[in-house]
């Protein structure tokens, strides 16, 4: 996929780029249609999107329930099936609705959503324990999603099956370095939970009976370098060294498709990181490395996204967390790339991200509802575009 912009890996602010672009004129359905991802392969094996052509029979475009959705013949998971949705993360699966926003979007596409199992290996709940008050949060709090999700913790609390390698300072081995048994944030012992680890195993026994299995367990990975480096026993490591994260998520892959191969599971990229409301870094480098990394692990799909610069996308009260706007995008990145896969036979229309990403003028949207159900800043409700607020004064 590509970069919006490029930048060094010294994760270097981007509040003095320029705003993008913007569209504020009324676009056609039909033309806003033209620009909807289907499926395609990319350089790394992922299916990646392209643009619908007109002669392109597979997809077909129509309106459900107030949105434009697209539908394809063939795919794994068809309308009416059900999705059976499982979460594996840190405190964005706990203090935020893109989890609940994707179960939801899901259920209004018509699929039937039974909650996952929880066979009592690990804490999980259902609903997030906290929330920005979004502007649709009635209907995201009547949905239900089994989830593990640690605050602060990083992919490898994930990966490993005990304790036993852990040396008197507190440090075991993976890929040549040394890596901290304490799981929490910047992993200090003092914000170690109740639970020491999670067995990939026992995740894996939970994630043998869904369909779609999320993994957003590495978003801390690369700000856990931070002070000291105290998770690598101060070792330096590159931000551009992804093998510690990348193995991780591979151990964790593996574990569930030896329960189940036809489990789906969907890596999500790292959201930028933020600068008060706004981004204040841009992580598009790792997530490159680590999609292209994982390209070959079976049923596997990377839900890659972009937030608008110079706009409010994250919360204040959970510094560094995307608010409602950031969460609805994530939601929507999860729908495409199961779509894309032809893992889901429906899927929403969603515009081209260059065009609609950043757009504002909701209003002047609801002729092209492809463009505002791309948009951050807008949502449809009853068939018309209106503004998406971030859920936090």
């Not at 026992?202 to 370098?225: C, G, P």
């Not at 931070?226 to 892959?253: A, H, K, Q, W, Y």
Request: glycine fraction near 8%; hydrophobic fraction near 40%; charge should be negative.
């Amino acid at each position: 996929f590509k970069k919006q912009h490029s930048y060094s890996p010294s994760l270097r602010p981007l509040l003095s780029l320029p705003r993008p672009a913007r569209m504020f004129s009324k676009v056609m359905t039909a033309v806003a249609v033209a620009a909807v991802a289907v499926a395609g392969q990319d350089a790394h094996g992922f299916l990646a999107p392209r643009a619908l052509q007109a002669n392109d029979t597979a997809v077909h475009t129509s309106q459900l329930g107030g949105m434009l959705v697209v539908d394809r013949d063939s795919a794994q998971i068809q309308v009416g099936g059900a999705v059976r949705i499982f979460g594996v993360g840190s405190s964005n699966m706990l203090w935020e609705t893109w989890l609940d926003q994707f179960t939801l979007m899901i259920s209004k596409l018509g699929y039937d959503t039974p909650l996952v199992e929880s066979l009592g290996l690990f804490k999980t709940v259902t609903k997030p324990e906290w929330t920005a008050e979004c502007d649709d949060g009635a209907e995201i709090s009547q949905v239900q999603t089994l989830r593990i999700a640690k605050p602060g913790w990083s992919s490898w609390g994930y990966a490993f099956e005990s304790m036993e390698d852990c040396n008197e300072d507190g440090f075991r081995h993976l890929l040549g370095h040394n890596l901290s048994c304490n799981n929490g944030w910047q992993c200090n012992p003092r914000f170690v939970g109740s639970e020491a680890l999670v067995r990939p195993s026992d995740v894996a026994r939970v994630a043998k009976d869904s369909d779609v299995t999320v993994l957003s367990n590495w978003v801390n990975d690369f700000t856990a370098r931070f002070p000291g480096n105290t998770c690598f026993d101060g070792e330096s490591l590159s931000m551009d060294d992804v093998s510690v994260t990348v193995e991780s998520l591979r151990i964790m892959i593996r574990a569930i498709h030896a329960e189940n191969p036809k489990v789906t599971v969907v890596v999500m990229a790292k959201y930028p990181g933020a600068a008060g409301r706004r981004i204040g870094a841009d992580y598009s480098n790792l997530n490159v490395a680590v999609r292209a990394a994982l390209a070959d692990e079976p049923s596997t799909v990377f839900a890659n996204y972009e937030f608008p610069l110079d706009e409010d996308m994250f919360l204040m009260s959970k510094s560094g967390h995307p608010n409602c706007r950031g969460d609805r995008v994530m939601a929507s990145a999860v729908i495409e790339a199961l779509f894309d896969a032809q893992v889901l036979s429906r899927g929403l229309a969603l515009g081209e991200p260059g065009a609609c990403l950043a757009d504002s003028a909701c209003s002047e949207l609801s002729t092209s509802l492809a463009c505002c159900q791309r948009a951050a800043l807008c949502r449809v409700a009853e068939g018309q575009c209106v503004p998406y607020s971030t859920g936090e004064q």
